[in-house]
């Protein structure tokens, strides 16, 4: 069963520093790699998708890399925002559609 | 740009009573996919279709059923309503099945049962 664990669960930085999110799979069999952010009682916004071919996806100051044989992904976040507040999902999508979330890194960046 | 479409965007209900949810995709996407968040958890697939049929179930219990219309919006019927079902319930689309296109959430539905 595919299990998808997400470290650290919560983060606080101040703004302008780099940070790093990291995601982990139990099944590298997947189809592609998707992350999320939400905001509180929010829908989820996607972010970046990698599929499986592919090493790592960039957007704007994101970027998300993908290491299938190993089961991990990063989100690179450059220069943190206030804005960038947020949960940040990531979801896995094994040979059918569906998706399979990780449990969430709660991001607060402190002006 | 067009986005998920649900309504309504607050339901409360009583125990043991039916609800009925509704999801209107991004135009030309023709899956759609139906999530379950309870508090504080990550969402659970439920259910999804492909060209207005089932293409994948997950854990959706036996009381929730759902359909995709012609027009590729899609309901999620719930009846006899439990407490545990108080959630936020979302939708997704994407264009086509296994075409690694991202599936695109609405705002959700949020469900609170008295």
């Known amino acids: 069963k595919q299990e998808v664990t997400q470290i650290p669960a919560a983060l606080s930085v101040p703004e302008g520093e780099n940070l790093v999110l990291n995601c982990s799979f139990t099944?590298?069999?997947?189809?592609?790699l998707q992350w999320f952010r939400q905001d509180p009682g929010k829908g989820l916004t996607s972010l970046l998708l990698?599929?499986?071919?592919?090493r790592e996806q960039t957007s704007g100051r994101l970027n998300a890399s993908l290491d299938k044989s190993s089961g991990r992904s990063t989100l690179y976040i450059a220069a943190s925002q206030p804005g960038d507040s947020a949960t940040y999902l990531c979801?896995?999508?094994?040979?059918?559609?569906?998706?399979?979330f990780g449990t969430g890194t709660r991001l607060q960046v402190f002006p | 740009a067009a986005g998920v479409i649900q309504s309504p965007r607050h339901l409360i209900k009583e125990k043991r009573e039916t609800a009925t949810l509704k999801c209107y995709p991004i135009?030309?996407?023709?899956?759609v996919y139906w999530y379950q968040q309870g508090p504080g958890q990550d969402p659970q697939f439920l259910i999804s279709?492909?060209?207005?049929?089932?293409?994948d179930k997950g854990s959706i219990p036996d009381r929730f059923s759902a359909q995709q219309f012609s027009d590729y919006h899609s309901e999620l019927n719930m009846s006899s309503l439990e407490l545990g079902d108080s959630a936020l319930y979302f939708c997704?689309?994407?264009?086509?099945?296994?075409?690694?296109?991202?599936?695109?959430f609405g705002d959700g539905t949020r469900l609170s049962i008295l």
């Open positions: 279709f492909y060209e207005k049929m089932q293409s």
């Open positions: 990698i599929q499986s071919s592919q």
């Open positions: 099944d590298s069999a997947i189809y592609n």
């Open positions: 135009p030309r996407h023709d899956t």
């Open positions: 997704a689309s994407s264009s086509g099945r296994n075409s690694n296109q991202p599936q695109h």
């Open positions: 979801a896995v999508s094994p040979v059918t559609d569906k998706l399979i």
